[in-house]
């Protein structure tokens, strides 16, 4: 089975980019859909953005299109989540996920322990 850790969160202004990692151990990267969920304080958890295990089809929430973008460096086995102009309401915990269905289901099988993520107004 895969390990999941993520990486790359921390407190920015409005307006700012971060990009998150997630660093596959155990098996590749490339043998799982993958997806980026965030959960924020009194909010349910929602998925973020996604990509299939061919590493071709990739999806977004409509909040974060045209500002978030999913990748994968099946040579770093690893998953990235570039985020630019953030915003206060994209504050929350993410979650890197994983599940070796060609598409990631609703509950993928493996997750990270999340990186916190603070927008800042």
């Known amino acids: 089975q895969v390990q999941l850790v993520e990486s790359g969160g921390g407190l920015v202004q409005a307006g700012g980019s971060l990009r998150l990692a997630c660093a596959a151990s155990g098996r590749a990267v490339s043998s799982y859909a993958i997806g980026w969920f965030r959960h924020a304080p009194v909010k349910e958890r929602e998925v973020v953005a996604t990509i299939n295990r061919l590493g071709g089809i990739t999806d977004y929430a409509d909040s974060v299109k045209d500002r978030f973008s999913i990748s994968r460096d099946n040579a770093k086995n690893a998953v990235y989540l570039q985020m630019y102009n953030l915003k206060p309401e994209d504050t929350a915990v993410y979650y890197c996920?994983?599940?070796?269905?060609?598409?990631?289901?609703?509950?993928?099988?493996?997750w990270g322990q999340g990186t916190q993520v603070t927008v800042s107004s």
């Open positions: 996920a994983a599940d070796p269905a060609a598409q990631l289901p609703h509950v993928p099988r493996y």
